[in-house]
């Protein structure tokens, strides 16, 4: 199904609209971004130490010099009773351009998955593209890792670290998986990665899919976007087969079969540009010999499920419980 024929309530409309006018009016040719336009319409919620529907945040600072913190989602404990959480450690989509915890869209759907599967979430703030290129991003969420390890009596209370599971969305999605083979060689003293969650993640090479071709004028992500992104994420020089966008590719440094790494949950919409890029990352890790799973809404396009009144958020939530609910029943036999 073209991408021309999705079809929205008009208030989403309106938000896709305003979010199109955004990305094509904030990039600029030489690779710079007009910041100002772009938080200019970054709206913002506060966190909320009193519950929000059902579900309390608070902001915290792991390095201010890099504006390096997370907003720390837990459920109200009065709703939910005693009890020790698992948590996701949640990087946030956007292409590594746009957008933060606070903004509306995240700290909604992170608010969602709060109320849904009963877990704390923290989401890491990491620094942007292009004013901080490769491999930043990756720094600042392996550090955010790091430092809830060292801090985790103090940060999370009533938090099992040993119920630790990494997720993100697109550009996070790519985020969480470098994350994870940076994890893989670390010896964490408290935390214990029992999975990761990629939904939609971010991947690409040179080759053009027959997704990306299929899908490419997306509402949220269209193909001129996805390589806008990658030429100011990726170092200069580099093509779309750099090790960071296609970690299976001709140019892979990595021998994943080698890395311990997490069961992974991969989430997919049959109207995603990126679907095709997801699905060698699938078989990237299946060859690998690692233990995946695969979830797909035929119906569903990229970053959809960050609408909550749309049917592919709540499918995709369930794969999300569905996925956490095995590994930590694994945790408990």
């Not at 090479?205 to 390589?227: A, C, H, M």
């Amino acid at each position: 199904m073209p991408s021309s024929v999705i079809k929205l309530p008009l208030k989403l409309r309106l938000l896709v609209v305003l979010f199109r006018f955004i990305v094509n009016h904030s990039r600029r040719q030489n690779g710079t971004v007009n910041r100002r336009l772009i938080n200019l319409f970054d709206f913002k919620n506060p966190p909320s130490k009193t519950p929000r529907k059902g579900v309390v945040s608070s902001d915290n600072v792991i390095e201010a010099s890099r504006d390096l913190w997370f907003r720390l989602y837990t459920p109200d404990t009065t709703v939910i009773g005693g009890g020790r959480l698992p948590v996701m450690v949640y990087f946030h989509g956007g292409g590594f351009v746009l957008s933060s915890p606070s903004s509306f869209a995240f700290d909604d759907w992170c608010r969602q998955l709060v109320r849904e599967l009963r877990t704390a979430v923290v989401s890491v703030n990491y620094r942007l593209v292009p004013e901080h290129r490769f491999p930043t991003q990756y720094e600042d969420g392996f550090d955010a890792l790091k430092f809830l390890d060292d801090n985790v009596d103090k940060l999370l209370v009533n938090v099992d670290p040993k119920l630790c599971f990494l997720a993100g969305d697109s550009a996070g999605g790519n985020l969480a998986h470098h994350v994870a083979v940076k994890a893989g060689e670390y010896e964490f003293s408290r935390l214990k990665l029992m999975g990761l969650i990629a939904i939609q993640p971010f991947f690409g090479g040179e080759e053009r899919t027959e997704s990306e071709i299929r899908n490419s004028g997306g509402p949220l992500l269209s193909l001129e976007d996805t390589d806008w992104y990658w030429k100011a994420f990726l170092p200069n020089g580099s093509d779309r087969d750099h090790p960071a966008a296609n970690v299976f590719g001709p140019k892979s440094t990595v021998d994943i079969s080698q890395v311990k790494y997490p069961a992974t949950l991969i989430l997919m919409a049959g109207l995603d540009i990126l679907k095709d890029w997801q699905r060698k990352y699938y078989d990237g890790l299946k060859k690998a010999g690692k233990e995946v799973d695969l979830l797909q809404d035929p119906n569903a396009f990229h970053g959809s499920y960050v609408f909550e009144e749309l049917p592919g958020s709540a499918f995709f939530v369930k794969g999300i419980q569905d996925f956490m609910q095995k590994h930590l029943n694994k945790e408990n036999c």
